[in-house]
């Protein structure tokens, strides 16, 4: 009885809509003649970085969050302005964003004799504001919450806040950190929390439609090679000397690593492709959960120019499948940060072998 | 356009910035705070759980010697009242005897005393008699008889 009562409302919901779409659609329409709408770009443009946010489109006119643009120039250093003079093709002090070539999308300057350069360029993008504003949403929630456990008199009972973050926060370090890694799984525990609820509220954030959310910014690659570089350096520095004697000088037969040393290059290419996999899933993962999301609510975009009865039923179906999709997507939020934790974990764990000679003692007698 | 796979550098720069900062932050100030309140809290609840234990033992060790040194309290009242009761029959009992023995004596002595006291009255009659006798010797036969019968009367009355 409630689920059809759910799904009217969907169905009123997605018809109240309706109107204003075609309204929008029908002024784009008048405004690109007889082009169709270009699916791939828009989901391009929503996926990937900008110099500044577009909220909303209200009656034809944009709102966006203008963004600081921080580029060096080759004649005058470091320049720093915002966005707004760069929005619609205009160039500002020798720069403007390239609109076609390798640097598609990109601030380029124009250098005196004319030829074109990428400067080195720190901008504020949409995804840097994203995780800067992430940033501080996770440091205000684990602070408040590490604050709730301080100022708690001895031995009582923390507050509901304190308790919900000590639930997730122990769920990992229980559950991943100290089953992977083992005794010493403390000395990691900090980086790989941070990393999970780091992840965790990126996606999430990603999630919600609207400022300050929306950003893609865990489906970036710069954002992942990040993340996977702290976990390569946590593997592979705090690794301990018999991990580096398994990898250079590994158990096998001695013709597989002299004199061509076949298994350390193996084994040196695996500490390399682990932390890349990780890389690769996350970015995949993401950027995959949001085209989908995007692509889903193009269907009422494209399905306009099919007639009314077409486009009612194609909106239904989108709006429903977005609601699907969203659900899925929260879950995949929370389990590519658990993955991402739990492999690193894993790593971790296999970069400190212990008491391996015992073991490999073992199977060479078990097979004698 | 440039690939989904080039990482940008602007982006790389912000996000190691503000991954470092969160990372230092929450590793000094955030996430040690929690897990070692819960550390903490984990410690003092199972230290309570063995104080309690440790306690209930104890309690039911207390129990145990209070209800054993009640059992020997009652014991001993009992046993102490009967003791009392059979020191003070004996006591009543000797007291008794040593009243009786004192009767005894008492009895003997006078009975003692009596037999003395009627021998020396024998003796007395008996030399009175005597005496008696001798003097009325010579008088005739029937006379002596009926004197002598008369002292015996007469001594037979005497020491009631």
């Known amino acids: ?368 | 356009m440039p690939s989904l796979l080039t990482p940008d550098f602007g982006l790389l720069f912000w996000m190691l910035f503000s991954f470092l900062i969160v990372f230092g932050v929450l590793a000094k100030f955030g996430f040690p705070v929690i897990t070692r309140m819960v550390s903490d809290r984990q410690d003092y609840i199972s230290r309570s759980l063995r104080e309690a234990e440790e306690t209930n033992k104890q309690t039911k060790a207390l129990l145990e010697d209070t209800r054993q040194r009640q059992d020997e309290i009652l014991k001993k009242a009992v046993a102490d009242g009967e003791k009392l009761i059979r020191n003070a029959r004996e006591k009543a009992m000797e007291e008794t005897e040593k009243q009786l023995d004192a009767a005894r004596q008492q009895m003997a002595f006078l009975r003692e005393k009596a037999l003395h006291e009627i021998n020396a009255q024998v003796a007395l009659l008996s030399m009175d008699m005597a005496e008696k006798i001798l003097h009325r010797q010579l008088d005739d036969k029937t006379k002596e008889e009926a004197f002598i019968l008369q002292m015996l009367d007469e001594a037979e009355q005497l020491p009631k």
């Open chain 1, 1 to 368: 009885m409630q689920c059809n009562a759910r799904i009217r409302i969907f169905i009123w919901l997605a018809l109240a809509l309706l109107p204003a779409s075609l309204h929008a659609t029908a002024d784009e329409h008048h405004a690109d003649a007889n082009e169709t709408l270009a699916i791939g770009d828009i989901i391009g443009e929503h996926t990937a970085d900008s110099y500044w946010w577009h909220i909303t489109t209200v009656n034809g006119r944009h709102i966006s969050l203008y963004l600081p643009v921080i580029v060096r120039s080759a004649d005058e250093g470091w320049v720093a302005f915002s966005s707004k003079r760069l929005a619609h093709g205009e160039t500002y002090q020798g720069f403007r964003l390239a609109a076609d070539g390798a640097y598609k999308g990109k601030i380029v300057g124009r250098r005196v004799d004319g030829t074109e350069y990428r400067p080195w360029d720190i901008s504020i993008t949409r995804n840097a504001l994203a995780i800067l504003i992430n940033s501080a949403i996770m440091l205000t929630l684990f602070l408040a919450a590490a604050r709730a456990c301080r100022r708690r008199p001895k031995n009582a009972a923390p507050n509901k806040f304190a308790c919900a973050v000590e639930m997730l926060v122990m769920d990992i370090e229980d559950e991943v950190i100290r089953k992977s890694i083992g005794h010493d799984y403390k000395r990691y525990s900090s980086y790989l929390l941070t990393a999970f609820f780091f992840i965790f509220i990126n996606n999430v954030m990603g999630l919600i439609p609207v400022f300050p959310g929306g950003a893609n910014t865990t489906g970036n690659i710069a954002v992942t090679l990040v993340l996977a570089a702290c976990t390569l350096i946590a593997v592979n520095v705090f690794g301990n000397r018999e991990y580096w004697r398994e990898v250079f000088w590994p158990d096998v037969p001695l013709w597989l690593k002299a004199p061509v040393p076949l298994m350390p290059l193996i084994e040196l290419f695996g500490v390399i492709s682990k932390p890349f996999a990780l890389m690769i899933r996350l970015l995949a993962n993401i950027f995959a959960g949001h085209t989908v999301m995007l692509a889903l609510t193009c269907v009422i975009f494209i399905t306009v120019k099919m007639g009314a009865g077409i486009n009612t039923g194609m909106t239904v179906f989108s709006v429903l499948m977005t609601v699907f999709m969203s659900v899925i997507e929260l879950l995949v939020a929370y389990i590519q940060a658990y993955v991402f934790t739990l492999l690193s974990a894993v790593f971790i764990g296999l970069s400190r072998p212990a008491h391996h000679v015992v073991k490999t003692k073992k199977i060479h007698t078990e097979k004698i």
